[in-house]
């Protein structure tokens, strides 16, 4: 059942939403070559700690980390490890999120470590477009297709492809509630989008073919041909002004991207 937030849980999300931003373009700003993937997580653990805030990915479904940190060709839910070091050129995808006064935020983004090559630029600027053009789609009255079929079409028609088995959602009390909100679809399709709902709309795009395979350590979900991948997320709450992209922090001006 889609949960409708009123205007008190509405702040209560922009609270959550604001630290989660906050946490994720600190995690952004901090990575350096040589240091490893537990290193950002206890960067972002302390951070979100600190803002009396809990640290909503860890513990989630028995996840381990504070964040989702996901390198080159792994899509998702990569595991802070002491023993991933990030390097120079990588790209690192982190997912994470922050919860207070019983909301949750939830966003994504992903950095580059030093100077990336064209291409790899080239699939984080589409991917991060294909957030906003899923944004822009997500207004009263549309349908979750509207913005899938956005998103989906503006990363096809740049040569990449979009991430099938894994979805965006709505959030809120809990960081996963309905409804899905695929990055793939048809327009005009699914539920209706009304004022009140909060979804998080997260793209995974990959560079070359859609299909993912997870790692025997059950969580690290990586492109099945070896190819890049990359993930931008924004928590939007859907108002009869239009899409409030309640997130946004991490992507002002001096976010390093
Ligand atoms: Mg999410």
């Known amino acids: 059942m889609i949960q409708i937030k009123n205007a008190h849980e ?14 994720l373009r600190l995690a952004g700003e901090s990575i350096e070559a040589g240091m490893t993937t537990a290193d950002l997580d ?21 996840f381990p980390g ?10 998702i839910h990569g ?32 950095f580059g470590c030093g100077k990336i090559d064209l291409e790899a630029q080239r699939l984080l600027d589409v991917t991060r477009e294909s957030l906003h053009r899923g944004i822009a789609a997500a207004v009263c009255g549309n349908r979750v297709g509207d913005i899938s079929h956005a998103v989906q079409s503006y990363v096809e028609q740049n040569g990449f492809s979009v991430v099938r088995s894994f979805v965006g959602h709505g ?56 190819g890049l991948s990359a993930h931008f997320e924004h928590t939007v709450a859907i ?15 001096t976010c390093s991207l």
């Open 239 to 253: 108002l009869p002004a239009g899409p409030e992209i309640l997130t946004l922090g991490w992507e002002e001006p």
């Open 79 to 110: 595991i802070p490890s002491h023993k991933r070091q990030i390097r120079p050129g990588d790209i690192v995808s982190i997912d994470t999120g922050a919860a207070i006064d019983g909301f949750n935020g939830d966003n994504a983004c992903t």
């Open 171 to 226: 959030v809120g009390r809990e960081l996963h509630e309905d409804p899905e909100v695929p990055n793939f679809g048809t327009a005009g399709r699914g539920p209706r989008l009304v004022g009140g709902m909060t979804l998080a709309i997260e793209p995974m795009v990959n560079q070359k073919h859609h299909s993912v395979i997870t790692l025997p350590d059950g969580w690290t979900v990586k492109t099945a041909d070896g």
């Open 10 to 23: 509405l702040a209560a999300m922009r609270r959550a939403c604001a630290i989660s931003a906050a946490a």
């Open 66 to 75: 504070t964040a989702c940190i996901s390198i080159n060709d792994e899509v």
């Open 42 to 62: 206890k960067i972002l653990f302390d951070y979100i700690k600190g803002k009396g805030a809990r640290p909503n990915f860890k513990g989630l479904y028995g």
